[in-house]
């Protein structure tokens, strides 16, 4: 026979292993987006060096339910009389279908491919082999991560701290 307290504890300590994934889902996001917003806050001191385009392009993958867009490049430009090539587009790495951001960003770096025009980069200056094309943090995936954090950390840690709070007593 099961006594009130053992039944009041293994529910507790349910509640609290059913949280956990969410709340790890939740700080994942937040360390990604913590990450991101580090790189940009730190490139801000980057300096822009004109760079020519050698390659743009558009990765398209369809899923059965969606479909993802990825915007590549790769690029040369000089800096102190130096030659480097990069291929860094973003500080947000990876597809995804959130916003027009990486169409928007094929075009414009197909067109300065095109025209031969150059376009801007952005170079670290202690490490001039390290750059990128676009250093802002992109809202909408910001705004989406920030939700994750919420929404699942919210949840698991209210489940989480539900759950201590009921074996407490």
Request: charged letters at 20%.
């Amino acid at each position: 026979m099961r006594t009130r307290g053992t039944g009041r504890a293994a529910g507790s300590l349910f509640l609290i292993l059913f949280g956990l994934p969410f709340a790890a889902v939740g700080v994942t996001m937040g360390v990604v987006l913590a990450r991101s917003i580090a790189a940009t806050v730190r490139a801000q001191g980057w300096i822009e060096t004109p760079a020519a385009i050698v390659r743009a392009d558009l990765e398209v993958n369809r899923g059965s339910d969606s479909t993802t867009y990825r915007a590549t490049a790769a690029y040369r430009y000089t800096f102190d009389g130096r030659s480097f090539e990069g291929d860094r587009v973003s500080f947000s790495s990876g597809a995804d279908n959130v916003g027009s951001f990486h169409q928007r960003v094929h075009d414009e770096l197909a067109e300065a491919r095109d025209s031969g025009r150059p376009f801007r980069c952005y170079v670290n200056p202690a490490n001039p082999a390290e750059s990128v094309l676009y250093r802002g943090v992109r809202v909408e995936m910001a705004l989406f991560f920030l939700l994750f954090v919420l929404v699942f950390g919210g949840a698991g840690l209210g489940m989480m701290i539900g759950g201590c709070v009921a074996g407490s007593r």
